[in-house]
């Protein structure tokens, strides 16, 4: 391997034309310089420059080698520099979260990026398994969780909390059980986990899903509440994806007297370094949670 040094006082000497120039600039002696230049045509078996009294002219080989490695030696200039860096707002941010909680969150952090365009939001909806997954394998920076990691690697943080709502058409008055056994299911990905948290402390009747007829699914969070206000059943779902559909007068929500609520976990890999654009936006979401 090329010795750096070397290559360094090589491309000095080519854009100063002198070799006492080159060495003031290196803080060198001029018998280093030449030596650094004796050096490299031993290693590279061929004369790099031919020298003219005080001046000198490139070989041909000369000039290839100033070519190659003029980037080389402004990477290794810069190297160090590049390393140090760590800014606070540049820079990709890798994100995934469950479908309620994005919906929430994803919209705050795009305004956010507004106010710092170089910083790049990367966000992705999921599900538990897959985010933890992703963190584990370090595809992702930050992921929002809703239940615990069985994985060694991702570390979480208790950030929040989100309670899960009852939804029914607008025309329910009462979220009684006569009323959900006549609309019917609307199930989703959690549904069957969302639904028996809420109904088994609040219905003494309730003991399995399968009581309700199954009267429409969608995997996708945004439309879940649909078939909801067509009238076509009920469903059970976080707060958040409650609240972001767009017409709330034509459902209506219930929390029901025996609340239940979600744990939102913070998760990253334990043993990365985070950097600081990572943690300027952790510091967004957990701000912003903890107020909503």
């Known amino acids: 391997m090329i010795n750096p040094v070397w290559l360094r006082s090589f491309c000095t000497l080519v854009e100063t034309g002198h070799f006492t120039h080159t060495a ?3 803080f060198m002696t001029q018998s280093g310089v030449s030596q650094h230049i004796r050096k490299l045509e031993q290693y590279l078996d061929q004369p790099l420059i ?20 003029n980037t080389i030696v402004q990477s290794l200039a810069d190297l160090d520099k590049r ?4 800014p606070s707002y540049e820079g990709v941010v890798r994100l995934a979260s469950p479908g309620s909680v994005g919906l929430k969150l994803y919209p705050q952090l795009l305004a956010f990026q507004q106010q710092h365009p170089d910083l790049i939001i990367d966000y992705r909806f999921a599900p538990n398994h897959e985010i933890e ?16 990691a069985g994985k060694g690697e991702v570390k979480l943080n208790h950030i929040g ?14 979220a009684s059980w006569e009323n959900l056994l006549k609309l019917g299911f609307i199930n989703h990905p959690d549904g069957i ?22 009267s429409g699914f969608s995997n996708q969070i945004s439309l879940i509440v649909e078939p909801v206000k067509l009238g076509l059943g009920f469903t059970v779902l ?3 994806a409650v609240e972001a559909f767009h017409q709330q007068e034509e459902i209506k929500t219930f929390s029901l007297t025996h609340q239940v609520s979600e744990k939102i976990y913070l998760g990253t890999h334990a043993n990365k370094f985070v950097p600081n654009r990572v943690n300027t936006v952790i510091e967004q979401i957990k701000a912003y949670l903890a107020t909503h």
């Open 238 to 240: 976080p707060r958040y």
């Open 24 to 26: 003031e600039k290196l």
């Open 193 to 214: 986990y969302h639904a028996s948290q809420l109904l088994s402390v609040n219905f003494p009747e309730f003991q399995h899903i399968e009581q309700f007829k199954q």
């Open 161 to 174: 909390s989100e309670d899960l709502l009852l939804v029914t058409p607008a025309h329910i008055t009462t």
């Open 133 to 148: 997954k992703m963190i584990a394998e370090q595809q992702i920076d930050v992921g929002l969780m809703t239940s615990l």
């Open 83 to 86: 390393i140090s860096e760590d």
């Open 50 to 69: 031919t020298r003219h009294g005080k001046k000198f002219t490139l070989t041909n080989a000369g000039e290839r080698l100033y070519s190659e490695a």
